[in-house]
């Protein structure tokens, strides 16, 4: 009798998508899945390291894992930190990311007694012709490439993903009309680097988009984060492609700092100013689109004028959406090896507070544009409140909306009611 399987996932829309695909895989193979670890024979982790307060809550989990379940830990933790896997957690498997049908090997192995460490050199492939195991059939994640081009100080995730590996453009058109015959409506676009998609193959971002809104059907399509210099050369075609209706007018476009001294630190290979330029080519077309950005504060080197020069783009350019985070030194990383100006971590602390603070109030202010607004919207998730539910406009706005139907998949016209920082509230515009 096969071993039964529970999957936990972290970390990344990309990491969910190996994780999907680890479940299709073990699904085809005729390895049950369970629904939760207590009814599992194998546990498998497939962890996310990019930050190290996330490190921390997966070493901690593994370490309370059940002791009579053997453990395979996956994704980029072994590539990052396996000598720390090694030193404080129980395991009897590891791999590395987008492991894809090798996991099946892997599984039984493990449980028929063998401890199995898998490594390679290159973190994987997305393979779009594997199968897939998604809780939710209306949002299909396509992992377009894995590894990119960047060279990032504080970057540990070059060290799991490697350099760029792109699918053809061909193969993920083929994923796509695949998916959406199968009831895929909105379709996320992810990797480490969406802005460098293709040039290793010849392509570019903009051929893909291209390709992909020929795609016949009514779906929606997700363009996961570029780096800013990396949209540069290709701006004007890229705009071009986004201004199809199939292509949700959404950009998340890290900046990391509003200094430009922090940049050239962090090896981030654009200016301030460089990057306001591609913010305002994207805005004078699309001037509702929703922006996202990432922000890191305490890097080493950003003085208080620095840190008070982030805060003044934030507010300049008023991001719908900002992730901040604070700086943690990673293994193997440039900034690990930087011991002069190291930020003392109280004063990180309080730059993170007084940033994120900034953004919510910015958040609440952007969305309160929408109030009043009326449209159409695709639900594509289950509200966190019974008979409630969440669907994206144009602008990939999460809108809630109260129903007894079952709306998944649906598309249904609404208006907008009041705003939050995080998501609009909206009642359904019966016809």
Same mark, same amino acid.
């Given at each position: 009798?096969?071993?039964?399987?529970?999957?936990?996932?972290?970390?990344? !829309?990309?990491?969910?998508?190996?994780?999907?695909?680890?479940?299709?895989?073990?699904?085809?193979?005729?390895?049950?899945?369970?629904?939760?670890?207590?009814?599992?024979?194998?546990?498998?982790?497939?962890?996310?390291?990019?930050?190290?307060?996330?490190?921390?809550?997966?070493?901690?989990?593994?370490?309370?894992?059940?002791?009579?379940?053997?453990?395979?830990?996956?994704?980029?933790?072994?590539?990052?930190?396996?000598?720390?896997?090694?030193?404080?957690?129980?395991?009897?498997?590891?791999?590395?990311?987008?492991?894809?049908?090798?996991?099946?090997?892997?599984?039984?192995?493990?449980?028929?007694? $063998?401890?199995?460490?898998?490594?390679?050199?290159?973190?994987?492939?997305?393979?779009?012709?594997?199968?897939?195991?998604?809780?939710?059939?209306?949002?299909?994640?396509?992992?377009?490439?894995?590894?990119?081009?960047?060279?990032?100080?504080?970057?540990?995730?070059?060290?799991?993903?490697?350099?760029? &590996?792109?699918?053809?453009?061909?193969?993920?058109?083929?994923?796509?009309?695949?998916?959406?015959?199968?009831? =895929?409506?909105?379709?996320?676009?992810?990797?480490?680097?969406?802005?460098?998609?293709? &040039?290793?193959?010849? !392509?570019?971002?903009?051929?893909?988009?291209? =390709?992909?809104? =020929?795609?016949?059907?009514?779906?929606?399509?997700?363009?996961?984060?570029?780096?800013?210099?990396?949209?540069?050369?290709?701006?004007?075609?890229?705009? !071009?492609?986004?201004?199809?209706?199939?292509?949700?007018?959404?950009?998340?476009?890290?900046?990391?700092?509003?200094?430009?001294?922090?940049?050239?630190?962090?090896?981030?290979?654009?200016?301030?100013?460089?990057?306001?330029?591609?913010?305002?080519?994207? &805005?004078?077309?699309?001037?509702?689109?929703?922006?996202?950005?990432?922000?890191?504060?305490?890097?080493?080197? $950003?003085? $208080?004028?620095?840190?008070?020069?982030?805060?003044?783009?934030?507010?300049?350019?008023?991001?719908?959406?900002?992730?901040?985070?604070?700086?943690?030194?990673?293994?193997?990383?440039?900034? *690990?090896?930087?011991?002069?100006?190291?930020?003392?971590?109280?004063?990180?602390?309080?730059?993170?507070?007084? *940033?994120?603070?900034?953004?919510?109030?910015?958040?609440?202010?952007?969305?309160?544009?929408?109030?009043?607004?009326?449209?159409?919207?695709?639900?594509?998730?289950?509200?966190?409140?019974?008979?409630?539910?969440?669907?994206?406009?144009?602008?990939?706005?999460?809108?809630?909306?109260?129903? &007894?139907?079952?709306?998944?998949?649906?598309?249904?016209?609404?208006?907008?009611?009041?705003?939050?920082?995080?998501?609009?509230?909206?009642?359904?515009?019966?016809?």
């Amino acid at each position: 009798m096969p071993p039964k399987v529970f999957l936990k996932n972290y970390g990344c !829309s990309a990491n969910t998508a190996d994780t999907q695909t680890l479940a299709g895989c073990l699904k085809q193979a005729g390895i049950p899945l369970a629904t939760t670890p207590q009814e599992a024979d194998v546990l498998i982790f497939n962890t996310c390291a990019v930050k190290g307060p996330t490190e921390n809550r997966v070493i901690n989990d593994l370490k309370a894992a059940p002791k009579d379940k053997k453990i395979i830990v996956a994704g980029c933790l072994p590539k990052i930190s396996f000598e720390r896997l090694v030193r404080e957690v129980r395991f009897e498997g590891v791999v590395g990311p987008a492991f894809g049908r090798g996991i099946v090997d892997v599984v039984l192995r493990v449980a028929a007694g $063998e401890k199995v460490v898998e490594l390679g050199a290159k973190g994987g492939f997305p393979q779009l012709d594997l199968p897939k195991a998604s809780s939710n059939p209306v949002v299909s994640i396509v992992p377009v490439s894995y590894g990119c081009l960047g060279s990032c100080a504080y970057c540990c995730v070059v060290q799991a993903r490697g350099h760029l &590996r792109s699918c053809g453009v061909s193969e993920v058109v083929a994923r796509v009309a695949r998916d959406y015959a199968a009831g =895929a409506r909105e379709f996320w676009f992810t990797s480490q680097d969406m802005g460098c998609y293709g &040039r290793d193959v010849g !392509s570019d971002l903009s051929e893909l988009l291209f =390709a992909v809104e =020929a795609v016949p059907g009514d779906f929606f399509m997700r363009v996961g984060m570029m780096t800013p210099n990396m949209v540069s050369n290709m701006q004007n075609r890229l705009i !071009s492609a986004f201004k199809s209706k199939k292509i949700f007018k959404f950009a998340h476009l890290p900046v990391q700092s509003g200094d430009n001294a922090v940049l050239q630190y962090m090896r981030r290979f654009y200016t301030v100013e460089e990057f306001k330029g591609v913010v305002d080519a994207f &805005r004078v077309q699309f001037p509702l689109m929703t922006l996202a950005t990432d922000v890191i504060v305490g890097f080493p080197g $950003e003085t $208080e004028k620095a840190f008070q020069n982030t805060l003044a783009l934030l507010e300049e350019v008023r991001f719908d959406v900002v992730n901040v985070s604070k700086f943690f030194a990673r293994p193997k990383t440039v900034a *690990a090896k930087m011991h002069d100006d190291i930020v003392d971590k109280e004063e990180i602390k309080r730059r993170s507070t007084v *940033a994120a603070e900034l953004a919510k109030r910015v958040s609440l202010e952007r969305n309160r544009r929408w109030v009043g607004w009326t449209g159409e919207i695709l639900i594509d998730e289950k509200g966190k409140v019974a008979g409630s539910w969440v669907g994206r406009n144009f602008a990939y706005k999460p809108i809630a909306v109260k129903s &007894r139907r079952k709306l998944l998949g649906k598309t249904v016209k609404v208006q907008v009611t009041d705003a939050t920082e995080t998501y609009l509230k909206a009642t359904i515009q019966e016809s």
